[in-house]
């Protein structure tokens, strides 16, 4: 991997990356509220220049090259080479021409300082090494006034999405509680921690918001599971570790476990994110 060193978090979204694009059909339907919540919380409009970090196989960059239309463009960054290559394959499939690539890690931006109108990740503030480094990065590269806008899981409790797999492979594997300060899905799911850190490198009018909405999309509890064990580099890690026949009971219990969520055989989990915006100051 060019120039960025390979860290543990690194390796496991390598290995992820052929299965975000197997899945990038359902995973684009399922989060879009969140992109539509980030293109109005940061204020997106026609003509803006947006930078997108971490994002994976293409999302929200290519849904908000739409939104800034023809005069606008989106650079979609990711420190996975793999990530970018799908996200290249996904705006060329899908005709979108106003976005351009890069591979790099999200705290060592390649771009001159007050580059974009806005910067925004979804989901994935959350794995980087150094926050406030990277935070502090996505400030640099932004204009005067303009805004950055971070969405982040809130608590897995709150999010049946999450809990219900883990609740269920828990009781097949001993696993030891992931330290709430490294990096991983729910590690920005306190009210007010990812909201401080954006303050403390310096963006202004610093705010947070919940957004409730449903992860939904026309798929069956089979290729829910089907997904989440192949999406998610811890789960994969760990369902490698026992026989296959424990796998199968697990998928079986996850796929009764989530019926209640599948109205008409189709994924609608209540969800639960944050939002978190900030500005440059001038
Ligand atoms: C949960 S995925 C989110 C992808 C996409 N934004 C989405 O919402 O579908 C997290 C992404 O963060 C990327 N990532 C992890 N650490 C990173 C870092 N230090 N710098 C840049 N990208 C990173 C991973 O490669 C992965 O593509």
New binding site residues.
């Given amino acids: 991997m060019s120039q960025i060193q390979e860290t543990e978090?690194?390796r496991e979204?390598r290995q992820s990356a052929s299965y975000w694009q197997k899945h990038i059909g359902t995973?684009h339907t399922m989060?879009s509220p969140v992109t539509q919540a980030l293109i109005e919380d940061a204020g997106l409009k026609e003509g803006d220049a947006v930078l997108d970090?971490?994002?994976?196989p293409g999302?929200p960059s290519l849904t908000i090259a739409e939104a800034v239309g023809p005069t606008g463009s989106v650079t979609c960054t990711?420190?996975?080479a793999e990530?970018i290559s799908a996200a290249q394959s996904e705006a060329l499939r899908r005709g979108v021409r106003n976005v351009t690539f890069r591979q790099c890690?999200?705290?060592s931006l390649p771009f001159e300082s007050r580059t974009f109108d806005a910067v925004v990740s979804?989901?994935?503030a959350m794995?980087?090494?150094d926050p406030a480094a990277a935070l502090r990065e996505m400030l640099r590269v932004t204009k005067s006034e303009g805004a950055i806008s971070l969405a982040v899981w809130d608590k897995s409790e709150l999010n049946p999405f999450s809990y219900v797999v883990t609740n269920v492979v828990s009781r097949y594997i001993d696993a030891a509680p992931a330290d709430p300060n490294a990096p991983g899905a729910f590690r920005f799911a306190e009210a007010g921690a990812l909201a401080q850190i954006l303050k403390d490198v310096g963006a202004r009018d610093v705010e947070e918001r919940v957004l409730k909405f449903n992860i939904a999309a026309p798929i069956s509890p089979k290729e829910f599971w089907e997904m989440r064990s192949e999406t998610s580099g811890t789960l994969r890690e760990k369902l490698a570790t026992i026989p296959p026949h424990r796998c199968e009971l697990i998928e079986q219990e996850v796929q009764d476990a989530v019926r209640e969520f599948f109205p008409n055989n189709q994924m609608q989990f209540p969800a639960q994110m944050i939002i978190v915006t900030g500005n440059k100051a001038s």
């Fill in positions: 978090v690194l979204w995973i989060f970090v971490a994002g994976g999302e990711d420190a996975v990530m890690a999200a705290d979804r989901l994935g794995f980087f090494p």
